[in-house]
């Protein structure tokens, strides 16, 4: 009996991915803060499309299980200290987004493009939810002397700032889906 084992080579390829997208990023300062726009949206909003939403959150969950274990896989280090960081809510995001993608497109190679976008842009918000959230605990309950970030002040910097470009990377994250997929499919 042959054995398909493309489903574990792309869930492998996306976990490489995210760790790639990680490090092709724009630093953006606002302030006091540096907000950073990579291409790990991008390939979240893939993942959950090519893989659909369980395996495509497990795919990128298994980037951040490598982060976290100590391999320099995020942006700016690796290791379970991330868990400290106001920010580490986004990274949480990005198997959420996957996931979320995933289930807003259904089956992704019947679905037509408002419906591929609509999913991208529902993932893209799931991330910006579980990466906002985050902040907020943590800014404002758990770290000490950071004097608080209101709501307001954390929109504007961890929303406002980025929801724009990261969108765009949505779009095309979909317009790649669907010209690779036929030959992903063969």
């Not at 054995?3 to 006091?32: K, R």
């Not at 390939?43 to 395996?55: D, E, I, M, T, W």
């Amino acid at each position: 009996m042959k054995e398909n084992h493309a489903p574990l080579a792309l869930c492998g390829l996306f976990t490489a991915l995210m760790a790639v997208g990680a490090f092709i990023h724009i630093m953006v300062p606002l302030g006091i803060w540096q907000v950073t726009i990579s291409l790990q949206i991008f390939v979240a909003v893939l993942a959950g499309l090519f893989l659909g939403r369980r395996l495509g959150f497990l795919s990128v969950l298994a980037y951040l299980v490598l982060g976290l274990a100590g391999l320099p896989v995020f942006a700016h280090g690796g290791g379970l200290g991330y868990l400290m960081k106001p920010t580490f809510g986004f990274l949480l995001g990005f198997p959420c987004a996957a996931w979320m993608t995933g289930l807003l497109a259904g089956n992704p190679s019947r679905a037509g493009l408002k419906r591929l976008l609509g999913a991208a842009f529902g993932g893209e918000m799931v991330y910006y939810a579980c990466g906002l959230v985050y902040y907020d605990v943590m800014f404002n309950l758990v770290l000490q002397n950071t004097g608080g970030i209101g709501l307001v002040r954390l929109l504007e910097i961890w929303f406002l700032s980025t929801v724009l470009p990261d969108w765009v990377l949505c779009a095309l994250a979909v317009l790649v889906y669907r010209k690779l997929a036929p030959m992903v499919r063969r």
